[in-house]
């Protein structure tokens, strides 16, 4: 509180001046009282300049025009450079367009742009605004557009573009309240640029006229004399400071605290998993651990755990029990507004060289930065820790989480990765450094069987080398063998910690067996479909057909091109060639291209439920969105209730729901559309058993009710054995007739 209090507290002082002082100043700014650079007196508090005018009363009067013409350099700059970030980032055909002109504005030295503007228009308060607003309108059209570029991949946007919903309401209603933080926050920095800019162009005289009060102008004029008579000088110089440095301490202050800290308590004793930790070998402690939401709700309480080295730990719930929360706050990973209190310490044993931490979130989008090539990422990540970062390096990095590491693969972006790559890659950058800790948060999630079976063997050998792991998962059996001890949460707080044992006994997977249906005619029909990203083909010769009222399975390893298949199907990404038919009729390539009915029969529910919803909004208007472009009459309780949820998360803003929440949520989103058949990419990828069932069960009786069809894409082969009627499964593109899988339905 106190770091924001001073800086505060000056920044109103100097605006107080700039406002107040016109109407208190003693003398007129432009009449001469007195001789020149006479000293500080009675009559003169701050003496006179250069022509004998009253230091105090310019001073007073020299503030407004400074704020004025930054404000309206900086309102001109952000009002054409957030639309233009905002096409960049949604229109990839304007993006060239866009961003050639603004890397020409980066290298133009503002200073000379001044100049000339000065010479052609004449010195005055045009030129700096306008100087102003140039120099600062590039880096904001940067800064949106690749915020923009992130926005544009995550789930609730696409589900807009689905809808054929115009760009600009994308923009403005699914974009812009996402970037806002971040485009505020820089707000703060271009400010004091911007300040700079105006005040440095009035110093070299190319802005106002001289007689004009001005600080930026009166140390120009009275450098001269300021042996003589430094209050003309310095008096000018300080406020100019004082809003600068001001300004800047409050962005400052402001950025931070969106990075919570673990309060560091006294702690009177440490806690031991099944007794076994020796003080020398912790190298994690946890002591009364408790995370609070913005609004005081309670996420996660007095959480205790201590950690030796070459162990793991497990840590298990029901959605929304507090896992992800108690990995984040481990790893001072916690989102804004949140705030932790406890005790956390971590230690590297021997006290070594190396990380002490490495962290994998949960969700690949958000973590990878969606402007970078996946081998730019791995080499800055290297270089931070002063690794080798050559291409020789990044590939060992790939390799060693079961990447492909040509380079072609290493030149793509996060978004022309499947989920299952894109998670790999996060387990790869966390591993640079050695870290002596890895905290993983569900890290096989969204990977199909051989991929998961290459993340456990690398697992594995990190725990042979003395790495302790602590693993979110809800996948429990198949982490088993990696921890010694397993961490329960149940509503936030953990309510056992008990040794790992194995597990004996198949799985037992309860099945209804589907009553049997009379073959109807395809309802979609897939002939030669061909896609991939530039120049490289992901799938080649596709065909495959879907009846009402039948689930189809999509297996195949991830990169194999399942989710592409389904986002050609649903019009999220135009087919190189080939057909794509609804009851007969020819599809277009582009969702917007569709008609309203056509948009509307075939809907998406995607891989990852924390993109997949808008986190500014709550639940009701998330399922009211459809329901409003359809024309549908689905009230936004009923679908809850379909889904398995109550009328009281209708309130709620989607962030603060749990995955398994958010994952049906996005279920009856789709389902608001009444559509006559589903698309569903690795819906269950991360939901814990419980919630995981609970959708298999939802998407079974849908079939079985409403004859909705559905296209079934997963990893997870016991969830398409146990729900589809048919399996086909991909293999580098191409679909295949399956031998080993087979489903459990029957028709």
Known sequence: MRTRLVPAVVAVLVLLVVVIGPFVAPWPPGETVGRPFTGASAEHLLGTDKLGRDVLSRLLHGGWRLLLITAAALTCAYAVALPLGLLAGLRRRADGWVMRPVDVLVVLPWFLLLAVLATVAGRGAPALLVAGALATLPWVVRLVRTATVEEASAGYVEAAVARAEPWRRIAWREVVPNIGPVVLADAGMRLTATLSVVTVGGYLGLGLPPDVPDWALAVATNQSGITLQPWAVLAPALMIVAL?????LLVDTRDSRAVPAVARLARSGTGTLNGRMGEDDTVVEVNGLTVRGAEGRLLLEGADLALCAGHGLAVVGASGAGKSTLARAIANSLGPGLVATGDV??????????????WVPQDPALALNPSLRISAQLRDVLRAHRRPADAAAVRAALSGVGLPADREFMRRYPHELSGGQQQRVLVALALVGDPAVLVLDEPTTGLDPAAVTGVLDLLRN???????????????????DLVDDVAVLDAGRII???????RTGPAVVQEARRSARPSAAPLLTVHELAAGYGQTQVIADVDLSVCAGECLGVVGRSGSGKSTIARCLVGLHAPSRGTVTLDGTALARRAASRSRAQRGAIQFVFQNPARSLNPRRTVGEELRAPVRIFGTAEEPADLLHRVGLGVELLDRRTDRLSGGQQQRVAVARALAARPRLLICDEVTASLDPQSRQVVIDL????CNESGLAILFVSHDVEAVASL??????VTEGRLVTPRLIQPARTR
């Not at 310490?345 to 490495?358: A, E, H, M, S």
């Not at 998407?699 to 849908?702: A, V």
């Open 724 to 729: 589809t009627d048919r399996i086909l499964t």
């Open 345 to 358: 310490q971590l230690r590297r044993p021997g006290g070594g060289p190396g990380r002490v931490l490495g």
């Open 462 to 480: 990190l725990r042979a080398r003395g790495i302790s792991l602590i693993i979110v998962t809800h996948a429990l059996p198949i982490v088993l």
């Open 244 to 248: 600068v440095v001001s300004v800047n």
């Open 699 to 702: 998407l079974d009786r849908l």
């Open 496 to 502: 056992s910690v008990l040794p790992a044992a194995p």
